[in-house]
């Protein structure tokens, strides 16, 4: 699936523009292979008493998040993330995570000492 990049998961879920400049910041200064995920888009369902059925929404979104190697979330709704945590909790464990809380304090120097710190990580 990738040429021995790490692959990295921008999730977002109002705030494209940060996503967005997170993902080229990612492919053009670190090398990084970048997948945006709007989870505002995937609609997923609210979480469910058994996980035995398997809602469509999921199903779409699952693959994207195993993809990923780490990820960088940016301005989601904790409701939302919590049902894509919930949904797609395997995919979601052991890997690398940085929080974007504040997208105006996107300036280069800072995405690179995120990414820096990310790529510290084991991405295997």
């Given at each position: ?56 929404a999921?199903?779409d ?25 919930f949904?797609?909790a ?19 120097s ?15």
């Amino acid at each position: 699936m990738n040429d021995g990049h790490p692959r990295l998961a921008v999730v977002t879920g109002s705030d494209h523009s940060a996503a967005a400049l997170i993902a080229e910041r990612a492919c053009v200064t670190f090398g990084l292979e970048v997948d945006v995920i709007d989870l505002e888009s995937a609609r997923l369902p609210d979480p469910a008493p058994s996980r035995a059925l398997v809602p469509p929404a999921v199903r779409d979104l699952k693959p994207w998040l195993v993809a990923a190697q780490g990820f960088v979330v940016v301005a989601v709704r904790s409701w939302t993330l919590r049902k894509a945590v919930f949904w797609c909790a395997e995919a979601w464990r052991a890997k690398p995570v940085a929080l974007v809380t504040d997208p105006a304090l996107l300036i280069p120097s800072t995405i690179d000492r995120m990414f820096g710190n990310l790529l510290r990580q084991d991405f295997s």
